[in-house]
């Protein structure tokens, strides 16, 4: 588990509208890496580019590689369906099935991928996952409950049990806290802190401690104007972003005086 994710001279289109320019930068297995920046910079754009969920949005395209342990995701023939299997993704607002149980809501993934498994083997994967997720002992005597009857930070590390069910080798997060209180946010921080050993982690995030808390890597995106495209300024070890960044840009940005 967990590879490496290589991007070489990323452009990411809205049909005509160039909304990421010219990004180059690797991530290395078992770290995580986050994504700053003001709102509008595409850092969810180009996160989507990661597991080809971007050109799932009409019109949307790339140009340019994306390398995962030097395989090009958008190489002719290569199956999206297959990428978003080993990419794996949480998204802002947790998004179990409501209706569907706690039990079913982790096995979801692996049903759409029409893998078959036998009872036994499901009971241990559920336990498995959601151990991993740091859910277990909160749910494991409702599993066969509905899993809206959770409180929000339970629903989000529903969604992570949910996408390390299918065993990925990277996991992509859009601020998976925003929609958090700071308890639960602090438990989403300690589950991807034990997570990045068997995963590569990217993270999105609006909070500068969050980002210096949890990540080895941190990428600063910004743009010049409206209309124009985003574009990666600086990326480097998170303790050199927030403490000497290279460009005045990141600091006015890092140290809270700009977006
Ligand atoms: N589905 C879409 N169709 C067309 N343009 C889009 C679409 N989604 C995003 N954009 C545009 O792409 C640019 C980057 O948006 P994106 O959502 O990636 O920014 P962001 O950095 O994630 O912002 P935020 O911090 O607010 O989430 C913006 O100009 C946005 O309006
Ligand atoms: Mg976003």
């Known amino acids: ?25 690797a991530i290395e297995p078992r770290s995580v890496t986050a994504f700053i920046g003001p ?14 969920m ?11 590689k994306v390398l995962l342990n030097d395989e090009d995701l958008y190489a002719p023939g290569v199956d ?4 978003r299997r ?20 982790v096995l979801a993934g692996v ?7 036998s009872k036994t083997d499901a009971d241990d994967l559920v336990e498995k996952s959601l151990r991993g997720a740091n859910l277990w002992n909160e749910v494991k005597d409702r599993l066969e409950k509905p899993g809206a009857g959770l409180s929000g930070g339970q629903q989000q590390r529903l969604c992570i049990a949910r996408a390390i069910a299918v065993s990925p080798e990277v996991l992509l997060m859009d601020e998976p806290c925003s929609a958090l209180d700071p308890i639960s946010t602090l438990a989403i921080e300690d589950l991807i802190a034990e997570l990045k050993q068997d995963y590569t982690i990217v993270i999105v995030t609006h909070n500068m401690q969050q980002a210096s808390r949890v990540s080895d890597k941190t990428a600063f995106f910004n743009i010049a104007g409206t209309g124009k495209p985003g574009k990666l300024i600086e990326y480097n070890d998170t303790a050199t972003i927030f403490g000497a960044p290279t460009v005045q840009a990141t600091e006015d940005y890092v140290s809270g005086r700009f977006g």
Do not use: W
């Open 39 to 52: 709102s509008g910079c595409g850092k969810s754009t180009f996160l989507r580019t990661l597991n080809r």
């Open 54 to 64: 971007h050109e799932t949005i009409p019109g949307a395209r790339v140009e340019g």
């Open 1 to 25: 588990m967990s590879k490496r994710i290589e991007v070489e001279d990323l452009n990411v289109y809205y049909s005509k509208f160039l909304a990421v320019e010219d990004v180059s930068l």
């Open 111 to 117: 049903k759409l991928n029409n893998k078959r498994i």
């Open 86 to 105: 080993e990419v794996g993704m949480v998204f802002q607002r947790p998004n179990p099935f409501p209706t569907m149980s706690i039990r079913d809501n």
């Open 80 to 83: 999206p369906v297959l990428v």
